[in-house]
């Protein structure tokens, strides 16, 4: 009976040894991902105050894209002057060869007024072929700003994507 007192006694002692030397191991395991834990913690800080750099990185691409489509409503705006200003050169123009023709009708004796006249409306046509590629020029130029308030919205679309994505948005 002692015998198997001492028996058990030993077992018990033995198992109790493996397991103290068990939780010993465990313990340190624990220890070594609780470090790795704090340093993983440091590096998502370190991300996550990146990200908020960049984010703060896109407001001026923002706001120039404001300024922007305000630029490109001022142009359209400014289209539709140079149209109306044709239109009047236009109106001008019909105005100086009625004005021509009455005085030729009228008047034949003041012939060089008449011929000052017509002459008159030479500049005045120049002025309309120049509004006229004025409004071409305006016009391209609205069209390439569209084209890049478009690629500005594209760009910040983007950027919030990548900012989304590091932030762990998707």
Same mark, same amino acid.
């Given at each position: 009976? !002692?015998?198997? !007192?001492?028996?058990?006694?030993?077992?018990?002692?033995?198992?109790?040894?493996?397991?103290?030397?068990?939780?010993? &191991?465990? *313990?340190? +395991?624990?220890?070594? *991902? =609780?470090? &790795?834990?704090? =340093?993983?913690? &440091? #590096?998502?800080?370190?991300?996550?105050?990146? *990200?908020?750099?960049?984010?703060?990185?896109?407001?001026?691409?923002?706001?120039?894209? #404001? &300024?922007?489509?305000?630029?490109?409503?001022?142009?359209?705006?400014?289209?539709?002057?140079?149209?109306?200003?044709?239109?009047?050169?236009?109106?001008?123009?019909? @105005?100086?060869?009625?004005?021509? =023709? @009455?005085?030729?009708?009228?008047?034949?004796?003041?012939?060089?007024?008449?011929?000052?006249?017509?002459?008159?409306?030479?500049?005045?046509?120049?002025?309309?072929?120049?509004?006229?590629?004025?409004? +071409? @020029?305006?016009?391209?130029?609205?069209?390439?700003?569209?084209?890049?308030? #478009?690629?500005?919205?594209?760009?910040?679309?983007?950027?919030?994507?990548?900012?989304?994505?590091?932030? #762990?948005?998707?």
């Amino acid at each position: 009976m !002692k015998f198997a !007192k001492a028996f058990f006694l030993l077992v018990i002692l033995g198992s109790t040894a493996v397991t103290g030397v068990t939780l010993v &191991k465990v *313990i340190g +395991v624990q220890r070594e *991902i =609780g470090a &790795k834990q704090a =340093g993983l913690l &440091k #590096g998502l800080e370190r991300q996550n105050g990146s *990200i908020v750099e960049i984010c703060g990185a896109f407001k001026p691409t923002e706001e120039m894209v #404001g &300024k922007t489509r305000s630029m490109l409503a001022d142009l359209r705006q400014l289209a539709g002057v140079v149209r109306d200003m044709n239109g009047l050169v236009g109106k001008a123009t019909d @105005l100086q060869g009625k004005t021509a =023709g @009455l005085l030729d009708a009228s008047n034949g004796v003041i012939g060089g007024l008449c011929t000052a006249v017509g002459a008159a409306s030479a500049p005045l046509t120049a002025v309309g072929e120049k509004t006229s590629r004025t409004l +071409v @020029l305006i016009n391209r130029t609205v069209a390439a700003l569209s084209s890049m308030a #478009g690629a500005m919205g594209s760009t910040n679309s983007c950027a919030a994507d990548i900012a989304n994505f590091m932030e #762990g948005g998707y």
